[in-house]
């Protein structure tokens, strides 16, 4: 692209679409940037509510710190000493016989030996995990679901009692439906190699532990304010021009660049741009992409997503014998998905109230959020009070968020939609996107996949 000045319009105000302003800013400072968000906040699935006299994050709350993007960006912003890291990390897992510890060494719940299994499996449990070194070496062909193949090499309880509640945390999906490949990318890279799920899991967790410079470092953080203070310092730091309540309807090529019909119904505009970045959910992005790349629609459209809901909750100051939280899978026929008792994990939120959060809902289960927010706010409650023994389970705070359509689900065969995607809108010069719908939902993946966009634009 020219050194003259330009008009970047980035499509979604999420955290994607908001680096990828930030981003385009810091490499070419005089251009105009503007940023379309259709609903009426920024910020996306980062968000932060008041509990207790406390911000408190009801979107993700916790950052991968042994990758680069999020602490980078957060370097680059000037919030280093923000940082945060946990006073603990130790969950546990829930069952219908009992709690146990959450096994040390585990790839999204995956062991690399038998070892350290004893309570969360039965004894045949742990038996079948042990035994499968033995059985014929694996020759992976395409990619399979996490479930079906986990099922077949484990055993069901693998799946049923480590794997399903820590994916249904992450991405509020079901085992039996998502990608090996796309959800675990290592696991799934080391599995020729190794020729069993144990070899390939204890590969995956020792290149994670060698690619760590400090072994001190945590493995994860937050900001002192809250992840969702990040949005407004990003929005700073742009100098951008957010519009609000700002749907992007139809997106066209000129001979200059880009046309975009935008606006409500019944004050629709034409915006003219020299680049465009779509950060917009699947659905929406390939709603918008149909002129432009007309490739990129069905693969995007093959992107379904699920609904969920953060209930935050405030409690008065009593122990709790829970770590940093309790993961809940399905088996226990609960209806939250875990638990994260907020004030032990982050020491800035330890204080006079017991500060805990619970997520509800999953794919294709999604009934459980139907309910008003009172009737939702009292059984989460119910709930989380049997499950941490409260002696005074009567919140002194609620907040109820709901997430609907927030999550996407990287279903068999995703990697393979996301490469028809980009191959499509790489045929479009000045077009990029972006976003959680592609590859990773957590904020540095997000924040990855914007600069990467970036960074194609300007090449």
Known sequence: ??????????????IAGLTAAF????????????????????????????LGG?????????????VPEAVRLVERLGLAHELVRPATTQASVVLPDGRFPLPAGTVLGVPASAEGLDGVLSPAG?????????????????????????????GDEVVDRLVEPLLGGVYAGRADELSLAATMPQLAAHLPAAGSVLGAAAASRDAGARSRFDADAPVFVTLRDGIGSLPAALVAAARAAIRLHTPAHRLTRTASGFELSVGPAAVRETLTADAVIVTAPAPKAARLLGVVAPGAVAPLEGIPY?????????????????????????????????????????????????LVRSSVGRYRAEAEL?????????????????????????????????WGGGLPQYLVGHRGRVAAVRAAVAEVPGLAVAGAAYEGVGVPACIRDAERAVEQLLS
């Open 1 to 14: 692209m020219s050194g003259r000045p330009r008009r970047l319009v980035v499509v979604g105000a999420g």
């Open 23 to 50: 981003e385009w800013r810091r490499r070419r400072p005089d251009d105009e940037i503007v940023v379309l968000e259709a609903g009426g906040r920024i910020g996306g699935k980062l968000d932060r509510v008041e």
């Open 54 to 66: 406390r911000w408190y994050d009801t979107g993700p709350e916790a950052m991968l710190a042994r």
């Open 126 to 154: 742990v038996a079948r995990v042990a035994a499968e070194v033995s059985l014929p070496p694996l020759r992976p062909d395409g990619d399979v679901a996490v479930g079906a193949l986990l099922r077949e090499r484990l």
């Open 306 to 354: 699920a609904s969920m809901a953060v209930v935050a909750m405030a409690f008065p100051a009593q122990e709790v014998a829970a770590g940093s939280g309790l993961l809940v899978p399905p088996v226990t026929g609960r209806l939250v998905k875990g638990v994260t008792v907020s004030s032990a994990k982050w020491p800035h939120l330890a204080g006079e109230l017991l």
């Open 370 to 402: 139907q309910r008003d927010d009172d009737d939702l706010a009292a059984a989460v409650v119910a709930d989380v009070a049997d499950l941490l023994q409260l002696s005074r389970p009567e919140p002194v705070d609620t907040r109820v968020v709901r």
